[in-house]
């Protein structure tokens, strides 16, 4: 077999119908002649002593054409076969994707288990097999059957074993793309491992993992457009949360000063190869930190999740390629980038005019423009391609953050930073906001701009704002998504780093 594969797709309907059917009778057949070992097509239980893997990691030292003595009983799905008179030969595969080789032949398993066996197993099914562990005279480790079952009886047959599986259909059954690619399950494995990682980096910083709601009365935590939806117990209009950072902020007035959420966050915008309307997000809260700080903790996390995956800092990407992603990343300034970039001065105090002349000299077309869509916009067009290096883009404008700190120093602009790798943003953190007042007085700038059609912006959130009137001291917190993680070291496009993505 190969690893890559065709669509079942491509077989004709009469002859996926012709191919069901006749398992369809085999089923019945199994159903008919079940025994106390084989239970029919789908037997409850089967008495396996070992996986796959184990008898790879066990008996891989057995020298060509020799017997272990150690009979073993093991399950798996036959991805190959071939039958001759006296001999036929499986290949079975674990969900890993180790295989072994299943021998059944006259001598060993009988007359009537062998003719059972080319009767009524095709490509696809589970089957459950019994004997001695040998190493075949081609040097292949193998399971010399005495005695085999049906574990379960596949009705669909596998896809074309000798070409590559369509995007479409690595998306939409995306539990073929597991069966025959490599890629699909290696990415599995690393995001379970991403997972493990981060969640013990933050441990080690003695961080708090919570869950917050994801049906919210309001919107808000994030400029983004929310799915709604309606709670009849409540006969109310509620929002899938767009994020969770304002219930977590509560959780840090109310005393849990490091605490993080790993869980889904909902976005009604556009889908492309880095967005996707349903996405795993990380969000994290420091108190007595700031964006610095939670910067240095961001980097700790990436860094180490690599490291876990990949053995090292400098990974190897589904196109081959090579990034680093070690070291002390870059910190650049946002205005200062892109003053360099354009080759004009551009500060908090630029006019909205001079912004404008200068995107439509360069063709950047920005929706509702004030000072810092437009900054934002400018800086995206002329600065963010040339990034190469992972980078921290610090100090954005007041206008687009209104849940982030005035900078201590810098008049005009927030202490808040994006982290761009390879060209996407995959990150985001803050001096979070913590006066209440202010708060306020931005909540409101967002409402009015609601008002005017922006329908990103945010809602006044009387309850918040009661929690940050009980104090919430000084922090630093980041948000990042979990899909781009996977992105940024595998080179995956989001929908491949996702297990079951959305699709029309």
Known sequence: MSKNATPDSEL??????????????????????????GGGAYPVSLPVTHTIPQIRREYDHLETDTASGDTVAIAGRVVFARNTGKLCFASLQAGDGSRV????????????????????????????????????????????????????????????????LNEETRVRQRYLDLIVREQARNTILARSTVMTSLRQTFSDHSFIEVETPMLQTLHGGASARPFTTHSNAFDTELYLRIAPELFLKRAVVGGIDRVF????????????????????????????????SIAD????????????????????????????LGGNWDRIGM??????AARVKITPETPVSDLLELANREGVEVNLPNHGKLVEELWEHFVKDGLTRPTFVMDFP????????????????VEKWDLYI???????????????????ERFVAQARQAAAGDDEAMSVDEEFLRALEHAMPPSGGMGMGIDRLLMAITGLGIRETILFPLVK
């Open 335 to 340: 205005y200062e980038s892109l003053s360099e």
């Open 12 to 37: 004709t309907a009469d002859e996926i119908f012709e191919q069901k059917a006749v398992r369809l009778a085999k089923r019945e057949r199994l159903i008919a002649e079940s025994s106390d070992l």
């Open 422 to 440: 390879r060209g996407f943003e995959l990150a985001t953190g803050y001096s979070e906001l913590v006066d209440p007042v202010v708060q306020r």
């Open 261 to 292: 959420e790993i869980n889904r966050n909902f976005r009604n915008e556009g889908a492309d190869s880095t967005h996707s309307p349903e996405f795993a997000m990380l969000e994290a809260y420091e108190a007595y930190g700031d964006y610095n």
């Open 101 to 164: 080789q299943a021998m059944i032949s006259l001598a060993e398993a009988g007359e009537d288990s062998l003719q059972r066996w080319k009767e009524l197993v095709d490509l696809g099914d589970h089957v459950f097999v019994r004997g001695e562990v040998i190493s075949s005279r081609r040097g292949e480790l193998s399971v010399l059957v005495t005695e085999w079952a049906m574990a379960s009886k596949a009705l669909l047959p596998l896809p074309n074993l000798h070409n590559e």
């Open 297 to 324: 903790l961001t980097q700790e996390l990436i860094q180490r999740a690599t490291l876990a995956v990949a053995g090292g800092h400098t990974v190897t990407l589904a196109d081959g390629a090579e990034y680093d």
């Open 398 to 413: 007041v206008e687009t953050s209104p849940l982030t700190r005035s900078h201590r120093s810098t008049p005009g602009v």
